[in-house]
């Protein structure tokens, strides 16, 4: 392709949007495929074909739309006229969306989400800037919406150290936990020796509630392949991989669906826009192991052995696949790269905080009115993320605290609502960014529980090389199983405390030294929950079940249960 | 003439080869005896573990209620605790039992078997009740003083003694801190 | 090849440039333990016991994945470092079901010998006493008992690094891992299985043994290792 050849797609596309009187965006992504997407679909693809509006009616499936939790959404959009977006949609509602508002252009009374809900306004998308116009599964769609203007920027105009100088002027930070300076990265690879060069991308989330990073690929692919590509010039790679996990199928279809509509549109593959840049991707499946979100135990997996972590140094900047040069980032922080090479580096760095810069996307769930997917600008407060975009607590339940960062991350309590969040203050409260869950707890959440809960999926993903993490989560979880049984004494606590410290400071792997976030965050803030289940013998918001009793007393329980047993 | 040394000796659930091994220190006994009074243990006849002892080696696991109890109050009446030997110390091959269900224990070994124990309610009142797993002691009490072996050898256990008596923390060599 | 210099415990100290950090320590009279490192096989940094604090490092770094830099400033024996290689000893006693009462590796134990020289007289983790699958008498002459296996996979690389034949191999993760034979099957019934024995001699504890061998009775020998990739370096056996 060429840039002419672009530009004219671009604008055939345009045309095409304009021709159309109304357009009826489903939201086809996972979650609202699961509610009913596909039944919306198709009976507006049979009305319009039955009344013949082909021509002037137009269906298409986008990406993710945000709400999740209340979907199927069906967003209406006439030219010169305001988006509205109905919620809750099923085939017949649907039928009446095309009859009554489509054609004519009346808006339907029930089923609207209020146009100044709070979800939408205090956002701000970068990276899902499209997610709900386009259709994934079409080049013209994304190129009709700008894309690919920012590859071609950067091959006709830029030298490689000019990407890289870029990309650091932005201030991005890795989206997938760690925050490491996106663009030193780069530079790193770019620096690195070597004649083979590789590109990576991570799309394997697996923190329980999280799916940033299955809706970006999801919901705009060609994004992901065109900030890769843009990665793999200024670097030097010609070889990219992008690490799906099995379970995200949708996902990995459109990839694949878009890898194959790019490499004919030849803006992937050999000579991208007729230039001397080679690129290639190619999709490698993850097998559900959480571990292989970790960077270096990912590449032993691409590589196909044992998804096991390996110790830094070597740095897969210097040593990654197969012993060569490799930049692995996120599929998120790759969304970013062609909106900071399209819009500047100093756009970018304009939002966010001092140092965490630009805009991230989170999973709200738990205990929240709007679970969905949003993306706000760094240094937005919890309670604005909670309150305003999530619409608060239901069930007139309190707030309790915020887990971010998944089992990786901490618990945070009320009193920090008020902290902006970036990656500095996160970590501050004993918590990380991660790469975006953030499940929120009312009231009625026993944090022990909770603990227990993050602790038994840690213990359940550790890989077993390390023994820190291997052993250390199944000690831990063992006492927390105790306290939360009623067997455990004070000493426990203390043992708890010094075993976390212990596995944060000693495990091989983020997973490792991530892992006891969550007790200790919770120890720190919520302490007298714990001691409450020991000393008081009571779960203090009845969620566990005190059955047992420390050893000591066993002395007389046992004797009493076998009594007990004979009554009955 | 100093007062003596207050010692006590216990066997819990373990086999007494601790207690065999602390009578092969021999002709040392006879020096160790001369600052020792031996309050309790297999070795003398005293019903109830007293008051104010000084120094006390327990062999073997916590097996029982009656295990239990008895550690307590070991722990509430005397100065340094010994965990003395592996099924003190680790659990060692009482601890073997911690995989079944004690319930097919008892039957298997007491019911289904040639022998019979009284089950139920009544057993209570005879019985000590096994515990659903074996421990050993530092799980129920603090413990001052380690002395791992299956059994500890003689010398081991004379050195332990030894510096105790000269009111020193007993310091073993890595060669003497070993299991099994 | 170069010299570099490196302080370890305030000590100057010189290495081979190339060296990792464990290879300097010992050559230079620091003593650090170990448990899945062997002379000869790849280190893997997976025991942790080798951990040492290299000024300016972020984190603790394994001694025996790390290469020693001129000028780095090594401490190997901290508080804090002691009582962490305690902790994972003990961690170790109380992952699988380590009665060494009636071990065949009383006496040649690895994991025993290392408990003792840093002090470890008990564990204060509770231990799990985990179910493990029946001990496989299969082979012609080993046996593999996975209750006292520590994970260390030192017989996967010397099976995979030395032998070359890859018989072992490691199934499930976390505490449910588990040394395999071929595709999990019964080592007796073994067709890549050289019966060179290489495993068994690596094998730090009791969970690799010769059969017939009763308690305390494992010899086991493992300088060869060394030897073998020695000679292949120098291209001793080439012709």
């Known amino acids: ?568 | 003439m100093a007062t003596k040394v207050r010692l006590a000796t216990v066997w819990l659930g373990g086999c007494s080869g601790c207690h065999m091994s602390l009578l092969d220190i021999d002709e040392k006994l006879i020096d160790l005896a001369e600052h020792i009074e031996l309050v309790y243990g297999p070795l003398v006849d005293a019903k109830e573990y007293p008051h104010d002892v000084d120094v006390v080696l327990v062999e073997g696991a916590l097996c029982n209620t009656e295990n239990l109890e008895l550690l307590l109050q070991i722990r509430e009446r005397t100065k340094i605790v010994i965990s003395f030997g592996d099924c003190a110390v680790t659990g060692n091959t009482p601890q073997l039992r911690n995989k079944l269900d004690i319930d097919d224990v008892l039957t298997k070994v007491y019911q289904a078997g040639p022998g019979s124990i009284p089950k139920g309610p009544e057993s209570v009142d005879i019985l000590p009740v096994l515990l659903p797993k074996v421990h050993p002691l530092h799980a129920l009490v603090p413990i001052d003083v380690y002395l791992p072996g299956c059994p500890p050898d003689p010398d081991r256990i004379y050195k332990v003694v030894a510096a105790l008596l000269a009111g020193e923390k007993p310091q073993l060599p890595a060669e003497s801190i070993t299991f099994g | 090849m170069s010299v570099i210099t490196l302080t370890i415990n305030g000590q100057e100290v010189s290495a081979l440039s190339g060296a990792t950090l464990l290879e300097a320590c010992r050559q230079n009279g620091v003593d650090l333990p170990t448990l899945c490192h062997l002379d000869g096989l790849t280190p893997i940094g997976a025991c942790r016991l080798c951990l040492v604090q290299v000024e300016g490092a972020r984190r603790l770094m394994p001694a025996c994945t790390t290469e020693a830099q001129d000028g780095m400033v090594v401490q190997t024996h901290t508080e804090s470092l002691k009582e962490y290689r305690k902790m994972i000893l003990e961690m170790l006693l109380s992952e699988r079901n380590h009665i060494c009462s009636v071990c065949v590796a009383n006496g040649s134990c690895e994991l025993r010998a290392r408990c003792a020289e840093l002090g470890v007289d008990h564990t204060r983790f509770e231990y799990r006493c985990p179910d493990m699958p029946a001990i496989d008498l299969t082979h012609e002459r080993n046996g593999l008992d996975h209750n006292r296996c520590i994970s260390c996979t030192r017989c996967i690389r010397a099976c995979d690094q030395i032998e070359g034949a890859h018989t072992l191999d490691m199934q499930g993760r976390g505490v449910d891992s588990r040394i395999i034979i071929d595709m999990h099957q019964k080592w007796g019934g073994s067709t890549t299985c050289t019966k060179c024995g290489k495993c068994v001699n690596v094998c730090p504890t009791g969970t690799l043994f010769w059969k017939g061998s009763t308690v305390a009775e494992m010899e086991k020998d493992v300088g060869f290792v060394r030897w073998i990739k020695e000679g292949r370096e120098k291209k001793q056996w080439s012709l």
């Open chain 1, 1 to 568: 392709m060429t840039r002419e050849e672009l530009q004219a797609m671009a604008q055939k596309e345009q045309e095409k949007r304009k021709a159309f009187s109304c357009r009826l965006l489903v939201c086809y992504s996972t979650p609202c495929i699961s509610s009913g997407a596909e039944g919306v679909r198709k009976a507006l693809v049979d009305a319009v074909k039955a009344r013949n509006l082909d021509a002037e009616i137009d269906v298409t499936c986008t990406g993710c739309v945000g709400p999740c939790s209340r979907g199927p959404l069906v967003t209406v959009r006439r030219a010169g006229q305001e988006d509205v977006i109905y919620e809750n949609v099923t085939p017949e509602f649907a039928v009446q969306i095309l009859a009554k508002h489509a054609l004519g252009n009346e808006v339907l009374t029930s089923n609207v989400l209020p146009k100044d809900l709070p979800f939408f306004a205090k956002q701000l998308k970068v990276v899902l800037a499209n997610s709900a116009s386009i259709d994934p599964e079409s080049l013209e769609s994304y190129v009709g919406a700008g894309g690919y203007t920012a590859l071609l920027k950067v091959l006709e105009d830029m030298t490689p150290e000019q990407v890289v100088d870029e990309i650091k002027k932005s201030g991005l930070r890795g989206r997938g936990g760690g925050g490491f300076p996106t663009g030193l990265k780069w530079d790193l690879v770019r620096k690195a020796k070597g004649d083979k060069k590789y590109l990576v991308a991570n799309g394997d989330e697996g923190d329980p509630g999280a799916y940033m990073d299955r809706t970006t690929m999801e919901s705009d692919p060609f994004l992901v392949l065109e900030g890769m590509a843009i990665a793999a010039y200024a670097v030097g790679a010609d070889q990219g991989f992008i690490y799906v996990r099995a379970e995200y199928p949708l996902a990995a279809e459109r990839l694949r669906k878009a890898i194959k509509m790019a490499e004919k549109a030849e803006i992937l593959g050999n000579h991208i826009f007729g230039s001397n840049f080679n690129f290639h991707i190619d999709i490698r499946f993850g097998a559900g192991a959480f571990v292989c979100g970790e960077e270096t135990a990912l590449l032993t997996s691409v590589m196909g052995r044992r998804g096991q972590p390996y110790p830094r140094p070597p740095f897969p900047a210097n040593s990654g696949l197969w012993g060569c040069p490799t930049l692995i980032n996120n599929v998120e922080t790759f969304g970013n790269i062609a909106p900071i090479i399209n819009r500047g580096g100093d756009w970018y760095a304009g939002i966010g905080t001092e140092k965490s810069k630009g805009t991230k996307i989170f999973a709200l769930a738990g205990e929240i009115n709007n679970t969905g997917l949003i993306e706000v600008p760094m240094g937005i407060t919890l309670r604005e993320v909670v309150f305003d975009i999530g619409g608060g607590i239901p069930k007139g339940a309190g707030f309790k605290a915020a887990q971010t960062g998944g089992p990786s991350g901490g618990c945070i309590p009320a009193a920090y609502l008020d902290t902006p969040i970036d990656y500095e203050n996160l970590a501050a409260l004993g918590s990380i960014m991660g790469s975006g869950g953030l499940v929120i707890m009312n009231d009625r959440s026993c944090m022990v529980d909770v603990a227990r809960f993050f602790m038994d999926f840690c213990r359940d993903e550790s890989c077993g090389k390390c023994v820190p993490c291997r052993v250390g989560t199944s000690q831990m979880l063992r006492i927390l199983e105790k306290i939360c049984n009623g067997s455990a004494v004070m000493d426990d606590l203390e043992k708890l405390q010094e075993m976390g410290k212990m596995v944060q400071d000693t495990s091989l792997c983020g997973l490792g030294f991530t892992s006891p976030n969550p007790v200790l965050s919770t120890l720190r803030y919520f302490r007298e929950e714990y001691e409450a289940h020991i000393r008081e013998r009571r779960c203090p918001v009845g969620v566990c079940q005190i059955k047992e009793v420390p050893l000591a007393e066993l002395m007389k329980e046992l004797p009493r249960r076998i009594r007990e047993a004979a009554k009955s």
